[in-house]
């Protein structure tokens, strides 16, 4: 019996557990109340993001399913995904050649771009004053794109600086704007070249960043300068070479201003590009919900490009 009853009463003596103190319940209240004042301080940021990022994306991703034509909200008309099929249909221009236009104005000012800052960066890093060559080549970034654009178009025109230039040598003129062969081209020459800015900045930060140890441990073996330029200049600029591939690459796929200031997409679709063809869906033809679906198809395609661009740079070794 008194076995039996030895455990019930060692139960009942059996001390309860101590309970949470003053002192915790005003950690847990003065951590709540940082809380509340660290979302007081955000909530003008989280105000304008939802305003001006959230509140639009879902509105365009609505029009992108319905036909609207851009006067009252009632008129918004769900249609699917009619729109998204309107714009890969048998006679759409969406894909060819606007679409197709857009990779090859992107994959164009990449090239240029990449392959001119690199030339430029280096050369800048073995010479004097190099702040002042950086200011002259990071001028084009600080101009208006409607500035630079017209400068450009009348350079081009047949009595313009560049024909004067080919005359001079005894060549023909070109209508670079007037020719579809020609335009995107030269439209792409412009783009490249007031963007090469800021590639310089990067590239040459990337130069700085480079120990020279590896350098001084080159010429001690020997190696010219173009094996040091190849394997080690080039491979430790990965990650600056990234950045400036994934920005450029961006910014050809969004352009706008720069085709519609120097060509209107013209002549015929030679230089038509995405954003283009959703301007004129939207405000020339009323057709709100086309020009919604082409911008989330032109966000995916952004999308897929740039985690390509990062899949090949880890791919060849760069962990960006």
């Given at each position: 019996?008194?076995?039996a009853?030895?455990p019930q009463t060692?139960?009942r003596?059996?001390?309860?557990?101590?309970?949470?103190?003053?002192?915790v319940?005003g950690?847990?209240?003065?951590r709540?109340?940082?809380?509340?004042v660290?979302?007081?301080?955000?909530?003008?940021?989280?105000?304008f993001?939802?305003?001006?990022?959230?509140l639009?994306?879902?509105?365009?991703?609505?029009?992108?399913?319905?036909?609207w034509?851009?006067?009252?909200?009632?008129?918004?008309?769900?249609?699917?995904?009619?729109?998204?099929a309107g714009?890969?249909?048998?006679g759409?221009t969406?894909?060819?050649p606007v679409?197709?236009?857009?990779?090859?104005?992107?994959?164009?000012t990449?090239?240029?771009?990449?392959a001119?800052?690199?030339?430029?960066a280096?050369?800048v890093?073995?010479?004097?004053?190099q702040?002042l060559w950086r200011t002259?080549?990071f001028?084009p970034?600080?101009?208006?794109?409607?500035?630079?654009?017209?400068?450009?178009?009348y350079?081009?025109?047949?009595?313009?600086?560049v024909?004067?230039v080919?005359?001079?040598?005894?060549l023909?003129?070109?209508?670079?704007?007037?020719?579809p062969?020609t335009a995107?081209?030269?439209?792409?020459?412009?783009?490249?070249?007031?963007?090469?800015?800021?590639?310089?900045?990067?590239?040459t930060?990337?130069l700085?960043?480079?120990p020279?140890s590896?350098y001084?441990?080159?010429?001690?073996?020997?190696?010219?300068?173009?094996?040091?330029f190849?394997r080690?200049?080039?491979?430790l600029?990965?990650?600056s070479?990234?950045?400036?591939c994934v920005t450029q690459f961006?910014?050809?796929?969004?352009?706008?201003a720069l085709?519609?200031?120097?060509?209107k997409?013209?002549?015929?679709?030679?230089?038509?590009?995405?954003?283009?063809e959703?301007?004129?869906?939207?405000?020339?033809?009323?057709?709100w919900?086309t020009?919604?679906?082409?911008a989330?198809?032109?966000?995916?395609?952004v999308?897929?490009?740039t985690?390509a661009?990062?899949?090949?740079?880890?791919?060849?070794?760069?962990?960006?």
């Amino acid at each position: 019996m008194v076995n039996a009853l030895a455990p019930q009463t060692a139960e009942r003596a059996a001390p309860s557990p101590p309970s949470a103190g003053p002192a915790v319940d005003g950690r847990r209240r003065g951590r709540r109340r940082q809380v509340v004042v660290a979302y007081l301080f955000l909530a003008p940021t989280l105000l304008f993001f939802a305003v001006f990022l959230f509140l639009p994306l879902g509105f365009a991703l609505l029009l992108s399913v319905s036909r609207w034509t851009g006067f009252r909200l009632g008129d918004i008309d769900p249609v699917g995904l009619d729109n998204f099929a309107g714009l890969f249909a048998e006679g759409s221009t969406f894909l060819t050649p606007v679409l197709t236009n857009t990779l090859l104005f992107a994959l164009g000012t990449v090239a240029l771009a990449l392959a001119g800052s690199v030339l430029v960066a280096t050369c800048v890093d073995k010479l004097r004053f190099q702040g002042l060559w950086r200011t002259l080549y990071f001028l084009p970034i600080v101009t208006t794109v409607v500035a630079v654009g017209n400068v450009w178009k009348y350079m081009y025109e047949p009595g313009g600086l560049v024909n004067g230039v080919l005359n001079a040598a005894g060549l023909g003129s070109v209508a670079f704007l007037q020719d579809p062969d020609t335009a995107l081209p030269s439209v792409v020459v412009v783009q490249a070249w007031a963007s090469v800015g800021t590639a310089i900045l990067v590239l040459t930060a990337g130069l700085k960043s480079i120990p020279e140890s590896y350098y001084e441990a080159a010429a001690l073996d020997g190696a010219g300068q173009v094996t040091v330029f190849l394997r080690i200049t080039l491979p430790l600029l990965r990650p600056s070479l990234l950045f400036v591939c994934v920005t450029q690459f961006l910014t050809g796929l969004q352009s706008f201003a720069l085709i519609i200031v120097m060509t209107k997409g013209g002549p015929g679709d030679a230089t038509a590009v995405a954003a283009l063809e959703m301007y004129r869906q939207a405000f020339s033809y009323g057709d709100w919900g086309t020009a919604s679906a082409a911008a989330f198809v032109l966000f995916l395609v952004v999308l897929v490009v740039t985690l390509a661009q990062l899949w090949f740079f880890r791919r060849t070794g760069e962990d960006a």
